[in-house]
Every structure is written in structure tokens, then in C-alpha cells.
């Protein structure tokens, strides 16, 4: 193994986390994983733009630029990053491809540095196939195919650097979850050639696999499902609660964003205004081109302050406005499990023929009830978590970075003060109490 | 109380403006102890109040009055507080006033009356004149032009400025049977000055540009700032927004709920504060409204002068024909075409006796047209030496004020951006307990 991942975090001694065969052990033991937090929040690149972005690659650096809470060890030992964009061009059609780089200590990986060029699609089948396999965990959501309220161009700079933030958030999510990062199918997104990935993805259970999922699952819905328990129940008052909390979240900032780009437009006027002034005066010239100044500087920090809500706070709350719906379709899917559990139960009771097979299908289903309850119950549990840490960091990171911004607004006005004071304990006119 | 002098003596005093330390941003400008007249009084527009009467028509209307109150300087020091004279009076009435001294000294700048509209107004203020803002912002505003007159060394010694502050009673009658109506010039005799004067001092030709200038630059400040506010009132109110949904979002939350119920607080409390800030900046925007309409003043003297240039000019132009009528006559050369001329030419010469006639009409004319054009230009001369002492009193008063003024937008600028940290430092506090 070459370029071992080492940090101050990682014990020496620390193995890789061996990955369980029987995974209901692995549903049963799931705890609290402190050192989830670290990669709760984005990484930016520090220079912002898109196409030369070139992420620093060494873990130490990277665990650096998070703030830790107080946890004793770090066992992380797979690092994910989703960088360095890049167009290409085919004769059919023109697409954006990311870089994204892996490093790790797991045994089940053949080396410990890996580097992939992914496009959106190839996310998407990701997230396809782990829902597939697990349909009753909470997967993190993509971004969306493009913006149409935002009339964003697909190749826009800005819209490209937003995506690849999201689609770096989400393999995280992934990396950090104890079912999905040890998924056969995303080691191989990590990890396979671009040829390799292509005659995987072709390998999936088939159209007409898929289509029977479909029909079953519709025909569940259309049953319904009779005795609900209760906590399932409370789930989805609650996740239709959440919804429209974080819904109008996402949408007050919106509004402010616009709010305050509107403000910007008229204030920006202002500087001139005041600088155009000065040159009618005389003795008024200099503190009137001084206040010019002043307020161009607070506007170019405004500017950088929606910048910020723009960059940082809403695409958070866009992205668990986009789990609500995650939640919406798991507790759906487990309701379908359980209707499809009910139906062969009444069936067993009503039918003479067959009871043998019907008994071992009622048998099979009830398995994947209790499974599936059972890792929705535990996932449930680790998504209310990680929702709490990312949504608490992204608002104390959006005040933080208002105070900031009014700190330095302030420090431009001081400055004022400050010239004129002297200017006037020069002069020895104006008194200032 | 005495009147220091019987007469309307120019009194061009001491003109350093020291200011006084005061709660009030637009008193803070002023109160120039050095005036007879603020030595003696003080004066103060204490309260509004709303009225209803019948007008000149016999209409019903309402209107507020104002109520002036003036008091005696020593009384403070003597311990006692007696209760000061006081009497009512309208805006119109301090219109008329304003005019009185407009057209008594044109050569003055005279101080500027506060808006009699509400112009420059962003969508939270009504324009209506009875809002209780409105009503309130004026109230400080007659106050303002009350003690700008006081604090004048010429204008302090009026007596109708006098009277207005004392009597209540026939003031009016006062002001009209002073005539001074009939002293206002015409607008169209103005006008026509300003386009046919051929020589006016420079410095005022000067002093007039940079007045349409002022008014210019200012008018477009006031206009920015009323949009900005506008904005910016809507910023922060947006953010109350969040306050509502952090509450709601609290009641189904177990851990997350009291980080997320305190910060909505704070969210609630950010919302509010936009009111005080932007409170503060309309008296910001005053301050420089009242140069705004300074500007109005100072022009008005500089078309005073090109006036009584013109006049100067008028008189000296027909004293130079009226001789060369005299010239022409005397000689019997006719060197510029005149209708007379023809027609004598027409209609046959004159004779000896109505030339005699005409010689001696001319020679009292010329002597009256010389008479005139000394007149006239001892005016002139008085008007540019006292005008232009009184534009340099206004300008170093401007630069002082509005220095002033820039600097307590600075203070209020801080002031706002203080508030906004602590707030969101509480905010962070809230949130890091979610």
C-alpha cells in the first residue's frame, strides 16, 4: 500500500472498519459516529473558480478546514472529493465530467489512491442502485438535473461550481454511511475506469425486473396499508411538518438574497452621487469623497455577503428541501413492504391451495418487514443526526460570516471618523462629544 | 421686553459658529450664542396640534398648528422655571414671514423653511401632510428655521421676526402694512434680468452655478437614499420571516427546539430595528434637505444682483443715449437713425423755439438719468458688499454643517452595523445550541 493516509486524528494501530457480510449485525450496532462531522461541511477551493479548481489533495489538509467537535478518534479511512470540472465534446452531444479522487485505508480497496472522471449520470445510477438495494434507508439527495427557476444555463461557471459542491456533499453522505460506503457499487464508482463503469451500469437487473418492481409496488399503494405503527406514522407527520419548515426556509432566503441584491442596485449609486458632490466643493471636497469611498467599500461587501448566502446557506436548505422528498418515497416504500406483508398474511388466512408456498412467501415477507423497519427505524435515527449537524452549521456559518460582514462595515465607517477627527483636533473646530 | 435698537441697523457680527452640545442632531448645527437676540431669549417649537376651522372660503379644514415658546435666557441660571410665552402659529404664517424677509433683504441668504410636502419619500412614509412623522420632522424643521433666523446678525434685529415670536395678535396685519408686497419683484422682471445683464460680478455668476450644482448633487442623493432605504427596509423585514418559521419549525423538534425558538427571537428583533435606522437616516436626509433648499436661497440673491446690475446697467444705457440725443440736437448731426429724425426730415425741420424745448427737457433728464445712475450704482455696490459678506458667512456655515452631518451618518452607520453584531452574535449563540 503506497501514500498511506496518515493525519494527527488516525491512530497508528487503527485497521481498516471491516466490512460485515451480514449486514442486519451491522443495522443493530449502528451508533453515533461523532466523526461524521467532518465532512458535514463543504470544501470550497480556496481560488472559487470553477474550471482551475484544484482541491488540496492531502486529508491532513482537508480535515483541516473543518472544525472538529469533541471527538476522541477519527476511524474515517475514506476520503472522497469531487473536483476540477471539465467540458467535453462528442458529436452527439456536449457534457460536463468531475474528477473525483478517493483515498483510503480499507482493505477491500486494491490501492489507496484512486482518481475517476465521473459525469451526472453516472451519480444518478449510483444513487439509483443503492435505493434499489436499500429501500428503506434515507439517501442523500443529488443535485437537481438543472435549475429551471434560475434560468441557469447548463454550462454556466456558477451553476457547474454549485453541482460540484452538491455532488461532492453527496458521495460523502455516502462515504459516511455505514450501510452505503461499503456498497459494492459505489467502490466501483469510486474506483473503475470510465469503460469498466459503463459495462457495470449495464449489468443492473434488467427493464422488466425493474418494470415488475414498479407494478408491485403500485399495486401495494393502491392497497394500502392497515395498521401502520404508530412511530412510522408520527415519521411522516413529521417529515410533511419538516417539509414545509424547511420549504419556507428556502424560500426566506431566496427573498433575501433577491432583497438584497435589490438594495445593492440603488446603493451602488450612492458612491457617485457623493463623488460627483465633491466636485462643486471646496472645503467639503475631501470628506465627501471620503464618504464616496466609504460606501463603494460597503457595497463591495454586501455584494460578497449575498455571495455567501448564495454559495453556502442555501444550497443546504435546497438539499433538505430535496430529503424531504427522500423521506416522502422511503416511508412509502416501506409502507408498500408492509401492505405487500398484510395481503399475503389475509391470503394465507383466505386460500385453502398452496398454503406451503404461501406460507414461505408470507415467511419471506415478513423478514422484509422487520428489515426493512428496522433500517428505516436506525436511519432514521442517523439522518435526524446529520440533518441537525448540517442545518446547525450552515446557520451559525451564515451568522458568523453577517458578522463579519457589519465588522467590517464598521471598521469603513471608524475609518471615516477617525480622518475627520484628526482633520478637526487639526483644525481645532469641531467639537465631537 | 426693551428693543435693543429703534432702527433696522445692519448688524454683520461675529460670524465663528461654535456648536453646542446637544441631543438634537440639528441643534447641535447652530445656536451661535453671539446674536443680541438669543443672548436675551430662548425660543423652541414645543408641540403641533391639529385644528379645524373655516377658511377663507368658509370651508371646513383642518390644519396644525404650531406652538412657539420663547423664555428668557437668565431665567435657567436663576433656578427658577417660569412658564415660558408661548403663542400658535401655522405653516402659512411662517410663510408669510419668510417672504417678509425675502423681499426686506434680498442681499441675505435667507434660511430655508422645512418642505411643504413631503418630497423624497420611500414607501414606509406617507406624503400625507397630517402623518404624525410628517407633522413631527416639520415641528423640529420650524424650530431649525427659527433659530437659523435668531443666529443671524442681520436678521436677528427684525422686528417682525420679533413680533412673530411675541405676538399673537395682529401679526399679520403687521406684516402687510409694512408694504412689503409691493417691494417683490416681478418673476418676469427677475427673468428678463438674468438673460439681458451684460456685466454681473463674477464671483456671484459663480456663486449661482454653483447653486444649481448643490441642488443637483443633492436632489440626487435624497433621491438614491429614499430607493435604498426602501430596499433596505425590506431586507431586514424578510428576515422576520425567519423568526415565524424558526418558531414554527421548534414545535417539532426536540432538541433543535429552543436554539431554533431564541434565534427566531433574534430574527424578530433584527426585523424590528430597521425602524429606529431608518428613523435616524429621514433626519439625516433632513439635514441635507434644508441645503437643498439653501441653494434656492442663494441663488435668489445672485438673481438679486444681477438685477440691480441690470438696473444699474438700464440706467447707465439710457443716460448714454439721452446725451447723444443732447449731442445730436446740439450739433444738428443726426449719427443714429431715429423715427424722429425721419419724420423731421418728412415733415420739415423744427423749429429754433422746440429745439430750445427739447435741449432743456433733455439737459433735466440727463441731469435726473445721472442722479439715477449714481442711485443705482451706490445700490449695487451696497448689494455685492453686503451680499457677498453674508454668502461667505453662509459658506463656511454650509461646510460646518454638512461636515457635521456626514459625520453623524458615519456615527449612524456604525451605530447600525453595531446593532446587526450583536444580533447575529446572538443568533450564532442560538444556533450553535440547535
Known sequence: ?433 | MADSGSEDIAVIGNTDLTPSESENNLKNTMAEKGTSLLKMMEISVAEAEKRTGKNAVNMQETYTVYLIETRPVDAASEGTNPVPDSLWRRYSEFELLRNYLLVTYPFLVVPPLPEKRAEFVWHKLSADNMDPDFVERRRVGLENFLLRVASHPDLSSDKIFYSFLTEENGWKETVFETGFQAKADSRLKALNATFRVKNPDKRFAEMKHYGDELQSVISQLLRVRARAADRLYGVYKVHGNYGRVFSEWSAIEKEMGDGLQSAGHHMDAYAASVDDILEEEEHYADQLKEYLFYADALRAVCRKHELTQYELEMAAQDLTSKKQQREELATGMIRTFSLKGMTSKLFGQETPEQREAKLKMLETQIEEGEELVKERNAECEEFVKSAWVDIERFKEQKDHDLREALISYAIMQISMCKKGIQVWNNAKECFSKM
Open chain 1, 1 to 433: 500500500m503506497s501514500g498511506s493516509v496518515v493525519d494527527n486524528t488516525v491512530s497508528p494501530g487503527n485497521s481498516s472498519v471491516a466490512i460485515p457480510t451480514d449486514i442486519s449485525g451491522q443495522i443493530l450496532d449502528l451508533d453515533e459516529d461523532d466523526d461524521l462531522e467532518v465532512f458535514s461541511k463543504d470544501t470550497t477551493p480556496t481560488d472559487g473558480s470553477s474550471f482551475n479548481a484544484s482541491m488540496q489533495t492531502s486529508p491532513a489538509s482537508m480535515i483541516n478546514q473543518y472544525k472538529f467537535e469533541e471527538d476522541a478518534e477519527d476511524t474515517k479511512d475514506i476520503f472522497v472529493t469531487v473536483d476540477n470540472p471539465e467540458s467535453h465534446v462528442t458529436a452527439i452531444e456536449t457534457y460536463i465530467t468531475y474528477r473525483v479522487v478517493t483515498k483510503t485505508t480499507r482493505s477491500e480497496f486494491d490501492s489507496s489512491e484512486f482518481e475517476v472522471r465521473r459525469r451526472y449520470q453516472d451519480f444518478l445510477w449510483l444513487k439509483g442502485r443503492l435505493e434499489e438495494a436499500h429501500p428503506t434507508l434515507i439517501v442523500h439527495p443529488l443535485p437537481e438535473k438543472f435549475v429551471v427557476k434560475g434560468m441557469v444555463e447548463r454550462f454556466n461557471e456558477d451553476f457547474i461550481e454549485t453541482r460540484r459542491r452538491a455532488l461532492h456533499r453527496f458521495l460523502n453522505k455516502i462515504a459516511e454511511h455505514p450501510i452505503f460506503s461499503s456498497s459494492e457499487d459505489f467502490k466501483i464508482f469510486l474506483t473503475a475506469p470510465s469503460g469498466e463503469l459503463s459495462s457495470h451500469k449495464k449489468q443492473g437487473p434488467g427493464f422488466l425486473s425493474r418494470m415488475g418492481e414498479t407494478v408491485k409496488a403500485v399495486a401495494a399503494a393502491v392497497r394500502g396499508v392497515r395498521n401502520r405503527p404508530l412511530e412510522f406514522t408520527e415519521m411522516q407527520e413529521y417529515v410533511e411538518a419538516f417539509s414545509q419548515k424547511i420549504s419556507s426556509l428556502d424560500k426566506v432566503t431566496q427573498r433575501i438574497v433577491r432583497e438584497q441584491k435589490e438594495y445593492l442596485e440603488e446603493v451602488k449609486e450612492s458612491g457617485p452621487a457623493y463623488a460627483l458632490w465633491s466636485q462643486s466643493e471646496e472645503e467639503l471636497a475631501e470628506p465627501l469623497k471620503n464618504v464616496a469611498g466609504c460606501v463603494d467599500r460597503c457595497c463591495k461587501e454586501t455584494e460578497e455577503q449575498v455571495k455567501n448566502l448564495n454559495d453556502h446557506l442555501i444550497p443546504v436548505l435546497h438539499e433538505y428541501v430535496l430529503c424531504t422528498d427522500t423521506l416522502k418515497a422511503v416511508l412509502r416504500r416501506r409502507d408498500n413492504i408492509q401492505a405487500d406483508f398484510e395481503a399475503k398474511t389475509e391470503a394465507l388466512a383466505t386460500k385453502k391451495a398452496d398454503r406451503d408456498t404461501m406460507r414461505d412467501d408470507l415467511d419471506k415477507a415478513e423478514d422484509r418487514l422487520e428489515w426493512a423497519n428496522n433500517a428505516l427505524k436506525s436511519d432514521w435515527t442517523r439522518w435526524q443526526k446529520v440533518m441537525r449537524t448540517d442545518l446547525r452549521s450552515a446557520f451559525v456559518d451564515t451568522a458568523e460570516r453577517n458578522v463579519s460582514y457589519y465588522e467590517k462595515c464598521l471598521a469603513v465607517w471608524e475609518s471615516f471618523l477617525h480622518s475627520q477627527r484628526t482633520d478637526a483636533e487639526g483644525n481645532g473646530n469641531v467639537d465631537f462629544s
